[in-house]
């Protein structure tokens, strides 16, 4: 676990670190850098490059010294070679074979040079503005930790970024349907504490981070920032959300090919996070109600237009038997299994 882990050790990795070209810190010229963009690209190329392009707009509006770092995990598309040609990327570190999500995140924060590591991913596109805000927040919060951007959809729309922490409470109040009165918490147009981010556009302390040993790699992906969250909060380090930073989300990681193995995987790193943090009696009710009202979004699907009864049906067998079945990580050891030569 990444809590018994000490802050100093590094993973041994099999991959290739590059510098970009014309390194820049940003107006802060020779100064200490103060935040850190850490992208962890998982392809496509094109969303990559957009990222990009946001992060260099607005390097060029901000007063204090940044750098860029690109992880890219195991592309096959050209992504790397697309960061490293980018003129604000300061560092690719380009892995041979795919990881989880949790663990790369880690590895750039241990990376970073700067206070604060604003954690995007790919498909994530900053918003005019959204770094200063993100740091004003964890500046004007010395007790704060994390600090989440308002996600948009591609359209426009907002889409839930913040909410309370997983337990019996929350599931039943999913199961009434009731999900967005006691759960969803990034509402309002004020920063305000939340109980934890999404990590698409998180930006975070790193020192709290330090403290706590950074993400635990046993959630490969879902659930991480969750229990990231969790292990800040029994720290005493709070996380904001803070409206005034937006980004747009193209949410490249829940729309791809393979929704099958991302039901697993989200099913069991739910699971994983209610056995570390509660009991097993609270993680087998989470169980019930959690399937209980996929069950009921199936059987409303039958009638309605545009949704997938066999989705859901599979969301709820998924959730009761979390152990059950290949998810993410199983389809990452088949992609490195199968790499070109």
């Not at 729309?157 to 019996?168: E, K, N, R, V, Y």
Request: glycine fraction near 6%; charged fraction near 25%.
């Amino acid at each position: 676990m990444a809590d018994d882990e000490p802050p100093s050790t590094k993973p041994a990795l099999d991959r290739v670190t590059e510098l970009g070209e014309g390194r820049n810190p940003g107006p802060a010229q020779g100064g200490a850098i103060e935040l850190t963009y850490c992208v962890v690209n998982t392809s496509p190329r094109e969303l990559l490059l957009r990222g990009l392009d946001a992060i260099a707009r607005e390097r060029e509006r901000l007063p204090f010294a940044t750098e860029v770092l690109v992880l890219d995990n195991g592309s096959r598309d050209g992504s790397a070679a697309a960061a490293r040609a980018h003129s604000t990327v300061d560092e690719v570190v380009a892995l041979a074979e795919r990881r989880g999500k949790a663990l790369n995140d880690s590895e750039l924060m241990r990376r970073a040079r700067g206070r604060y590591a604003l954690l995007l991913n790919e498909d994530s596109e900053l918003l005019p503005g959204a770094t200063l805000a993100l740091y004003k927040a964890l500046q004007e919060r010395p007790d704060s930790a994390c600090a989440g951007a308002a996600l948009r959809r591609p359209d426009g729309s907002g889409q839930p970024s913040a909410w309370a922490f997983p337990t019996a409470a929350t599931a039943f109040a999913g199961a009434l349907f009731l999900h967005n009165a006691f759960t969803v918490q990034s509402k309002g147009d004020r920063t305000r504490e939340v109980d934890w981010c999404q990590s698409a556009a998180l930006l975070v302390r790193r020192s709290a981070a330090e403290q706590v040993g950074y993400m635990d790699p046993d959630f490969f992906v879902y659930s991480d920032e969750v229990d990231f969250a969790r292990r800040l909060r029994d720290r005493s380090w709070y996380s904001v959300y803070v409206p005034a930073a937006a980004a747009i989300h193209h949410e490249q990681l829940s729309t791809d090919a393979v929704p099958e193995r991302r039901i697993v995987e989200m099913s069991r790193n739910r699971d994983l996070y209610m056995r570390k943090h509660h009991s097993a009696a609270a993680a087998r009710t989470v169980r019930w109600l959690t399937a209980w009202t996929y069950a009921l979004r199936a059987l409303a699907a039958l009638v309605l237009p545009g949704h997938s009864p066999r989705r859901y049906w599979r969301h709820a067998s998924a959730t009761l038997h979390p152990a059950r079945g290949e998810g993410l990580r199983e389809a990452a050891a088949t992609y490195n299994r199968t790499a070109p030569s």
